[in-house]
Each structure stands twice: as structure tokens, then as C-alpha cells.
């Protein structure tokens, strides 16, 4: 048998084993939940130290949390086609450092003539894939995780299904902002962690102290008074220590609420407003290729991409699909001679100046790039934050392209000679305030 103090002993043990796993498992945790402020949809691990044959298991699981979080929407890591290719031995198709230069900026690597990079574009019906912020050690360690995938007997990564009109790299309406309230957050975990370990030992006191008055024989009127109480809860919710616990936490969540509220005023990230007509993008974009020029005409020549008139959608619907309900709709609209009342996705404040054909036409920037892969949606959903981070992000990560453009040549020549490395959105006044607020 082991004797009374000795079972308290260990039994005041358990308190600190507690602890340590609660705070283990919390901290573990934190640097998957801390994004970083301004890059949407990005879920940044630690840097890498290279993604080789000699990667580690720590560069393989920081590829692994990133690829879950960016990549698994669009690819798997077998061979299997979801969206875009299957990437299992893509370190063998291609090397590493066109690998990197993909990852980064597509577009910019299409837009340079590479025959592969053309080729896989064409490939996959022209669907433009999202520009991604990485440093060259994260894109290692993606690159290190798909090698071990690759080289795994049960290398094959389903999908992640998500609701209708979810995106690439996106879980729809989820964390649109970032974690903006980590550090509230962890403050909460803390505080909940120290309010149950204070009542298991309590409990445990409780306990070790009845244990040692039920071995002893001869018990004074007070003892017996003691072993025989039993717990009054009313007693316990007057306590002034319980209360002043209770009303902390429940300020600590109020205030992390009331952040998360504030800070995302004005995002819509994951917003699928249902329209008066079904219209399926994947329908008319995905599956029967139609250019997005055709139904948006002024998407390379205006500064807003109009919607569609009743007379486009005719083009077609006079002669196709006629006696479906949805149809009818059109038909009674140009007979009412009432507009569609579409349900605006993507709108931008009043304070910001956006031009849709600088971006596209100027800049060769595809749909894709900000309206996601917009040919796999039923429902169309907004898929960019279209923060004013996210804009900056971009052009502070865009190559600009001067190519045939002699506007450009003396202000590409002065960059060249001041060594500031390539000749981006921002060396050309991107990033300054007059460009979009003036």
C-alpha cells in the first residue's frame, strides 16, 4: 500500500504534467495559426533550410503545412489531375529553380516565352494559377515534401472538398482576415488552462485531505464536521476570486470578438451572393471554354468590367436551352425591358481607383490571378481579400512588363544601373498613395 503522503506526493504531480501538456500542445500549435498580415490564403511555415536530398523532417512538415493550405485545392501530390496537374515527380520534370520561378509568378514566366511554362498553361485550358508570395526556403521545402510524397508507395493526395463556390487555396467565409486576434487568443488559452488546473487542484487537495482524516482513527468534532461537508457550488459562484476568473475571461472573449469584427469590416473574402438567374461559370467558362471577353466586353479596354446585357446572353439562349425556367427569365426581362438585377461579387470602396484594363490589357494580368480559378465555380464567390495589403503584396512581387514598350526603356535602364533587382510594379510607382487614392 502506498502510504498517504506519499500518494499526495504524486497526486500534486499531476497539476504540472497537465500544464506541460496543455501549453505543448498550444504552442505547437501557434505558428500554424499566426498568419502573416497582408498575404491572403498564405499559411506561412518556418524558414526552410533547403529542400534536397538531405531535407530534414522539419523542412518536410513545413512544406507539408504549406502545400495543405495552398496547394491542395487546385493539386494532389500523386498523379492525379484536380484542377492543375498532378505534381508527383514534378523534381524530376522540372528543375528547381524553374520550379521556384512558377510558384512565384506564373504569369510572368508565361508572358517570358518558356515553352514549358506556355505548354503547361495551354495544357490545362489557360487557367491562370495565383501568384504566391513564398521565400525561396518555403518553395524548397514544398518541393521537399512532394519529393518524399513522390517516393512514398501511398503517395496520393485527395482534394479537399469544400461548399459550393469554394476556391483555390480558400476555406470559403473562414479567416478572411487572417488571425488578427492570436495573441488575444493565446491570452484566452492561458487564462482558461490556469482556471482548470487551479480547480483539479483543489480537487485533489480535497481529496488527499479526506483520504488521510478517513485513516485516522481518533477524530476530533471538527474533522468529522470536515469529512463528512460536501461540496456547496452556491458557496463557490460567491467566491469573489471565481468571479473576478469568470468575468476576465469573459471580457478577454468579448474583446477578441469585437476585434475580429472591426478589422474585418469591409472584407468580403468567400462572399456568394445567390443571383437572380443560375448562372454556372463552370458551365459557360469551364466546360464549354467560353472567353471571358465574350459575355464581358470591356474587361480589356475599360476601367470596369461590365456585366453582361440581356441581348448577349440571346446570342445563344434564342436558339439553345429555350424552355428552361432560368432562361425564361432573360425572355421576361427584354419583354418587360427590365434589367437583370445581378447581385454585385467584387466591389471596391469609393476612396480606392481600381482600372480593370490597366491590369489586364497593360499588365497582362489573367482573370485567375484575382477572381481565382473562376471556371470551376457554380456560384461565383469573391476569392481575394482585395485588401489594400494584398494589392501592395502584389505589385511588390509583380515583374512588370516592358517588353514593346518604349515608354518604358529610359526608367528599365535607370533601374538596371541602380542594381535594385528586377523591374517591378513597384519600381514604377505601385506602391505609391496617388495611384489609388487620389
Not at 473562414?174 to 487568443?185: H, L, S, Y
Not at 470578438?257 to 468580403?268: A, P
Given at each position: 500500500m502506498i502510504s498517504c503522503k506519499k500518494r499526495a506526493k504524486y497526486t500534486f504531480l499531476l497539476p504540472f504534467l497537465f500544464i506541460f501538456f496543455v501549453f505543448s500542445s498550444a504552442f505547437a500549435q501557434a505558428p500554424q495559426e499566426m498568419g502573416v498580415e497582408g498575404k491572403a490564403g498564405v499559411t506561412p511555415a518556418a524558414p526552410a533550410a533547403g529542400a534536397g536530398d538531405g531535407a530534414d523532417a522539419g523542412v518536410i512538415d513545413n512544406g507539408m503545412t504549406l502545400f495543405k493550405n495552398n496547394c491542395t485545392q487546385c493539386h494532389s501530390v500523386g498523379a492525379d489531375v484536380v484542377v492543375g496537374p498532378g505534381l508527383q515527380d514534378v523534381h524530376k520534370r522540372r528543375s528547381e529553380a524553374w520550379l521556384l520561378k512558377w510558384i512565384k509568378n506564373s504569369s510572368a514566366l508565361i508572358q517570358s516565352g518558356d515553352k514549358d511554362a506556355v505548354a503547361v498553361f495551354n495544357q490545362y485550358a489557360k487557367q491562370q494559377m495565383?501568384?504566391?508570395?513564398?521565400?525561396?526556403?518555403?518553395?524548397?521545402?514544398?518541393?521537399?515534401?512532394?519529393?518524399?510524397?513522390?517516393?512514398?508507395?501511398?503517395?496520393?493526395?485527395?482534394?479537399?472538398a469544400g461548399p459550393e463556390g469554394a476556391t483555390a487555396g480558400e476555406k470559403v467565409g473562414?479567416?478572411?482576415?487572417?488571425?488578427?486576434?492570436?495573441?488575444?487568443?493565446l491570452l484566452l488559452i492561458v487564462l482558461v488552462v490556469v482556471l482548470i488546473v487551479l480547480v483539479i487542484t483543489l480537487l485533489i487537495i480535497a481529496s488527499v485531505l479526506k483520504n488521510y482524516l478517513k485513516g485516522k482513527g481518533d477524530l476530533t468534532g471538527a474533522e468529522q464536521e470536515m469529512l463528512e461537508r460536501r461540496t456547496n457550488f452556491a458557496n463557490i459562484y460567491k467566491s469573489k476570486a471565481v468571479r473576478i476568473i469568470v468575468g476576465l475571461i469573459f471580457v478577454v472573449v468579448l474583446v477578441d470578438?469585437?476585434?475580429?469584427?472591426?478589422?474585418?469590416?469591409?472584407?468580403?473574402q468567400g462572399y456568394a451572393p445567390r443571383q437572380p438567374i443560375a448562372f454556372s461559370h463552370k458551365l459557360h467558362a469551364g466546360d464549354h471554354q467560353i472567353n471571358c471577353n465574350y459575355c464581358h466586353t470591356s474587361v480589356y479596354k475599360s476601367s470596369s468590367a461590365n456585366i453582361p446585357s440581356a441581348n448577349i446572353c440571346m446570342n445563344c439562349h434564342s436558339q439553345i436551352k429555350k424552355e428552361s425556367p432560368e432562361i425564361q427569365k432573360i425572355y421576361r426581362a427584354i419583354e418587360n425591358n427590365k434589367p437583370i438585377e445581378w447581385v454585385r461579387v467584387h466591389n471596391l470602396p469609393d476612396l480606392a481607383y481600381f482600372n480593370h484594363s490597366q491590369h489586364t490589357k497593360v499588365g497582362g494580368v489573367e482573370c485567375q490571378t484575382c477572381h481565382g480559378p473562376i471556371e470551376t465555380m457554380e456560384v461565383v464567390a469573391q476569392y481575394s481579400p482585395l485588401t489594400m495589403g494584398w494589392c501592395i503584396d502584389c505589385h511588390r512581387n509583380t515583374p512588370l512588363n516592358t517588353e514593346g514598350n518604349a515608354y518604358y526603356d529610359n526608367l528599365v535602364k535607370l533601374h538596371e544601373k541602380q542594381s535594385k533587382g528586377a523591374f517591378i510594379v513597384a519600381s514604377n510607382g505601385g506602391t505609391e498613395c496617388s495611384k489609388c487614392h487620389y
Open positions: 495565383p501568384s504566391f508570395a513564398f521565400s525561396d526556403d518555403e518553395l524548397k521545402s514544398i518541393i521537399a515534401y512532394i519529393k518524399k510524397e513522390s517516393e512514398s508507395p501511398t503517395a496520393a493526395a485527395a482534394p479537399s473562414e479567416n478572411a482576415i487572417g488571425n488578427v486576434g492570436g495573441t488575444v487568443d470578438i469585437s476585434i475580429d469584427k472591426v478589422m474585418g469590416i469591409g472584407i468580403h
